[in-house]
């Protein structure tokens, strides 16, 4: 079955860079659109980056300019490169998989932004 797991979360001060990871296993990747998410306490999920199988990527506003979104199709592995964190980032992010229209879940990886 189809899996997502991701990993490179972490504690990073305001103004510094992570990057995370999401592998994927149990599906043909190439052509699988993958997404990053993201939910803070108390807040509802929201779309952080978009790729599609082809590379075309999708930015929420937000983060135009300071995350990148990227994949790996020989890995099977999608990026999220974050620089500039801020505060605000704070949240545990998600990576997704539409895949046959059908929407899997990684379990999610804490990122928290200290000023």
């Known amino acids: 079955q189809v899996q997502l797991v991701e990993s490179g979360g972490g504690l990073v001060q305001a103004g510094g860079s992570l990057r995370l990871s999401c592998a994927a296993s149990?599906?043909?990747?190439?052509?699988?659109?993958m997404s990053w998410y993201r939910q803070a306490p108390r807040k509802q999920r929201e779309l952080v980056a978009t790729?599609?199988?082809?590379?075309?990527?999708n930015y929420a506003d937000s983060v135009k300019g300071r995350f990148t979104i990227s994949r790996d199709n020989a890995k099977n592995t999608v990026y999220l490169q974050m620089n500039n964190l801020k505060p605000e980032d704070t949240a545990v992010y998600y990576c997704?998989?539409?895949?046959?229209?059908?929407?899997?879940w990684g379990q999610g990886t804490q990122v928290t932004v200290s000023s």
């Open positions: 997704k998989s539409r895949y046959w229209q059908e929407d899997y």
């Open positions: 149990g599906m043909i990747f190439s052509i699988s659109a």
């Open positions: 790729i599609s199988g082809i590379g075309s990527t």
